[in-house]
C-alpha cells in the first residue's frame, strides 16, 4: 500500500469543519443515535409532559453572558420551557406539541412571550403580571393586544 503524497490527502474530514463547531454530519447522527438508548429520552410522551408541566412551575433561572462587544455581563432570564427543547429530538418533539406546557406565559422577554404564544394553539392563557419585567411592559402588551380574544365562562 502506499502513502498519500500530499499531506490533504491525510485529511478525512470535509473542509470547513472548523467553521461548524467542530462536528461533521457523521457527528451529528452518531449523537442522535447514543441518544435513542437514553432511557430519558424514551419515556412515554405522556411522562415528558407531566415532568416537563412541573418543572415548568419552577421559576425561570437567570444566565450571565458576556457582550463580546462590551464590558460588562448581562443577566439573560431563560425558560426552563425553552430548555426542554434543547435536550434531544423525542424532548423537543414532545415539548412543542404540548400546548399546555406554553399556556403560562413567560414574561421575561418580549422575544419569549412571543415563541410561548405561538406554541399555544389556541389554548386559554395564563397572565402572571407579577413576573413581568417594567422593560417589556408595552412590548408585551402590544403583543397580547393583537392576538384573538377567546373568553373562557
Do not use: Y
Not at 457523521?26 to 419515556?43: F, G, I, M, Y
Not at 400546548?99 to 419569549?112: E, G, Q, R, V, Y
Amino acid at each position: 500500500m502506499s502513502e498519500p503524497s500530499h499531506p490533504a490527502e491525510h485529511n478525512s474530514e470535509p473542509e470547513g469543519l472548523e467553521q461548524r463547531g467542530g462536528f461533521t454530519d457523521r457527528d451529528t447522527v452518531a449523537l442522535a443515535e447514543d441518544n435513542s438508548l437514553v432511557p430519558a429520552c424514551n419515556l412515554p410522551a405522556e411522562i415528558l409532559s407531566t415532568i416537563f408541566l412541573n418543572l415548568s412551575q419552577l421559576p425561570d433561572r437567570w444566565i450571565v453572558t458576556w457582550d463580546p462587544e462590551g464590558p460588562e455581563a448581562q443577566r439573560i432570564p431563560q425558560s426552563r420551557r425553552i430548555v426542554f427543547t434543547h435536550v434531544c429530538r423525542a424532548w423537543r418533539a414532545v415539548a412543542l406539541d404540548d400546548a399546555a406546557l406554553w399556556t403560562t406565559l413567560p414574561m421575561t422577554s418580549p422575544t419569549i412571550t412571543e415563541l410561548a404564544l405561538s406554541r399555544t394553539k389556541g389554548a386559554l392563557l395564563c397572565i402572571e403580571k407579577s413576573i413581568l419585567l417594567q422593560r417589556h411592559v408595552e412590548a408585551v402588551e402590544k403583543l397580547l393586544l393583537s392576538q384573538p380574544v377567546a373568553w373562557a365562562v
